[in-house]
């Protein structure tokens, strides 16, 4: 064991030989570092322990179940298939090896190894961080102070995060599935003859020709070049899923060109590992290799070609349905039972044979990967497929256009892979159980580098109710990643597929969305190039039990705070105020102004909003911009801008924007706009606007004083800098 001391202040404890991630490059070590806790090494494991003083709340671990807290329960990183996110479940799709400490001392951890960690935050004891890492060769690296500092000295450490061309923050439907091209055409016709804003339209995997990877099916759309070029004309992209398994077929381009580079994981014996999943028989890219990673990102290519412009990597975990084998012993296992008189344990044992074929530990272990001249079995690496794959994917894009920016989410993690991708959170369900997991979910995944993220908006399994619908929609009008999805065989939740008053507020909640997108981008921005987080639990800026407490309230961007409603018939809410705010009550863009703003001042308080209404709070002396909604983004200008604050002495905000394509903006190439409102002796505002960007036209200022009043002033031009 070694222990460095990073040149930017974290304490570095390497076992082994280091982490295979290459996401970090350990700086310059000194010796002397301190750590928090205990280490203990046993049977080839590493296990860190930590004592937990009572009043200590522990953040992260991006994509785990249950609160925002993370103490009482024990949660895995082992990426896994599961769509059933019930409170019991330790793993999901993701491994975010990271969480904050916050108590009387404050600091973060993040680990830095392939394979299985098991965290055990205060579960066997209530007392007790055990950190459980399955190998030796792992690096944990220790930030020390306040939840703030320590996120952003790792997410400085971890580098920038993805992201994605600007269409990809406005609303965007998806449908499992909308399969051809008059399913796609009827969507968008909706969204026109209702007139509700949309981006972009997912293809779900019947877009495939028998879900083979980069193909179209060509009796669903016979030129698919044209249409996604027609379809781009009436303001929307097309996003096509891909899945990781690739489909044993002959012939099949993406196949033969993968055995001929040998670019699929093997099994001991160095052919092919094979398994099933939707095509049938398929065979896994080695995204470990290198070759294999560009073989594969240049597969995107095609389609780049033909004019798609966004993705999302799917099933990468990797999910296996069945391998033959498997299969074929679960088989004879079931035969052999023919004729028994089955009693409940060798009924059961027979069922969860049948059951235990998918995503098998013993398959991952005898799925093989080559990383330099060496073989290492799929199970020690396992956490970072869905990362290569993604990263393939981006590297692949890079090497089409160096200067585009593309959307790209995928459903496995990592850390490192959110600097190729942002992600969605997988298959949840229509409950609101998992509108609450949404909200509590965003603040861990924004600390693991994932600030383009999302939940199935609606949920994804089980059938949605309107009033969910709406109460979800109220809060993914917040999130980068703002995406309707839904399973087959659910009900469907496009906006139209409901009753006309819900439908009409789902129209209000996505233009409010497309009116929210100055703010949420500058943001988006600033969190990025900042290292900050977008959606942050309250003890990132307020000390003090109550603040730290909080599990259902989330800081959004520096002037904001969401108190989402997630409760089914709810007509208000408990709000802890932890400074004195202004709380409105949104509904529709056009009546903003008459929206009457109501000062809380800081404790705990009961806000009212009924199903139409959005809670929003605004800090003290901070303001926020909202533009005119469009029919997408690319439709949207900023000729008619408002800017709304909280302002009982003096506020500024800056607002930052870029041409929403290109990598410009990571050297600098950020148009800039500052607005300034100051109150006067006479208790008059004096506002002030200056630009870079020539596409700012008026501003209409909003202001609230503390009693609640509101000062409209309008300048019909900045000044341009
Ligand atoms: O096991 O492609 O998470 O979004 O609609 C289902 C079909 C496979 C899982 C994804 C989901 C997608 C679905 N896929």
């Known amino acids: 064991m070694t222990v460095d001391r990073g040149n930017n202040g974290f304490v570095q404890v390497r076992y082994g030989l280091g982490g295979q991630t290459e996401t970090i490059k350990a700086s310059e070590a000194i010796s002397g570092g301190h750590y928090p806790g205990v280490f203990e090494t046993e049977g080839g494991r590493v296990r860190w322990r930590y004592a937990l003083a009572e009043s200590t709340a522990v953040f992260g671990l991006g994509e785990t179940v249950r609160g925002m807290n993370k103490r009482g329960y024990i949660y895995e990183s082992f990426s896994t298939d599961d769509p059933v996110h019930t409170p019991g479940k330790r793993a999901l799709y993701a491994a975010h090896n990271f969480f904050a400490v916050v108590g009387e001392s404050g600091f973060s951890v993040y680990i830095d190894f392939p394979g299985k960690v098991i965290f055990d935050i205060g579960f066997e004891n209530r007392d007790e961080i055990v950190v459980e890492v399955m190998g030796s060769d792992c690096d944990f690296y220790f930030f020390e102070g306040r939840l703030k500092e320590t996120t952003e000295a790792f997410r400085a450490l971890i580098g920038l995060s993805y992201t994605p061309p600007k269409w990809a923050f406005g609303y965007q439907q998806s449908r499992w599935s909308y399969p051809d091209e008059s399913a796609v055409e009827a969507i968008a016709d909706q969204f026109e003859a209702h007139d509700i804003p949309c981006d972009a339209i997912y293809l779900d995997i019947d877009y495939m020709e028998r879900f083979k990877d980069f193909t179209i099916d060509k009796n669903a759309f016979p030129n698919f070049k044209a249409f996604v070029e027609k379809m781009k004309t009436r303001g929307i992209k097309l996003v096509p899923i891909i899945d990781a398994g690739v489909k044993v077929e002959s012939g099949y381009s993406v196949y033969e060109t993968g055995i001929q580079g040998g670019f699929f994981c093997t099994d001991a014996e160095g052919h092919p590992f094979e398994a099933a999943v939707w095509p049938g028989l398929v065979h896994f890219p080695d995204f470990m290799n290198p070759k294999a990673r560009q073989w594969f990102g240049s597969c995107y290519h095609e389609l780049l070609e033909q004019g798609i412009e966004g993705f999302w990597n799917d099933m990468n975990e990797p999910a296996i349905f069945y391998t033959p084998k498997g299969l074929q012993e679960a088989i004879d296992y079931v035969k052999a039972q023919e004729g028994e008189n089955l009693d409940i344990y060798s009924f059961f044992e027979m069922k969860d044979k049948m059951a235990q074929i998918s995503n098998a530990q013993r398959d991952y272990r005898e799925m093989m990967h080559r990383i330099g001249e060496k073989k290492v079995s799929h199970y020690e690496v396992h956490n970072l497929y869905g990362y290569m794959m993604s990263r393939s994917a981006d590297e692949g894009f890079r090497r089409f256009d160096a200067n585009r920016r593309y959307l790209l989410i995928g459903r496995s993690s990592h850390i490192g892979m959110a600097k190729h991708a942002g992600i969605w959170t997988g298959d949840n369900q229509s409950w609101w159980e998992h509108l609450k997991l949404n909200i509590q979910m965003m603040p861990g995944l924004q600390m693991a580098g994932f600030l383009y993220a ?138 903003l102004e008459k929206t009457a703003p109501k000062i809380l001042s800081l404790g705990h308080h009961y806000t009212k909003a009924g199903l139409d209404e959005i809670p929003l709070f605004i800090r003290e002396n901070h303001l926020f911009v909202l533009s005119e909604p469009a029919s997408n983004i690319p439709a949207m200008t900023q000729s008619a801008l408002t800017v709304i604050g909280f302002v009982t002495d003096r506020a500024s905000y800056e607002l930052l924007d870029d041409d929403g394509y290109s990598r410009a903006f990571e050297r600098g190439g950020l148009k800039k706009t500052r607005f300034a409102v100051e109150k006067t002796s006479d208790g008059k505002y004096k506002t002030h606007v200056d630009t870079n960007d020539a596409g700012i036209g008026s501003v209409t200022f909003y202001i609230i004083d503390a009693e609640g009043k509101v000062s409209i002033i309008r300048q019909e031009s900045p000044l341009y800098a």
Do not use: C
């Open 454 to 591: 999302g939940a199935d908006t609606g949920g994804f399994g089980d059938h949605t109710g309107a009033d969910l619908m709406i109460r979800w929609m109220q809060f993914s009008l917040f999130t980068p990643l703002f995406r309707n999805h839904s399973a087959m065989g659910t009900r469907r939740q496009e906006p139209w597929a409901f009753d006309e008053k819900t439908l009409a507020v789902m129209r209000d909640i996505i233009r409010l969305r497309y009116a929210f997108v100055p703010y949420l981008y500058s943001e988006y921005m600033k969190a990025n190039l900042g290292h900050q987080l977008l959606h942050a639990p309250l003890a990132y800026e307020y000390e003090g039990e109550d603040a730290v407490h909080t599990e259902d309230q989330l800081l959004f961007g520096e002037s904001l705070m969401l108190a989402p409603i997630y409760e089914q018939n709810a007509i208000g809410r408990s709000v802890f105020v932890p400074e004195r705010m202004a709380y409105l009550k949104l509904r529709r863009y056009e009546d």
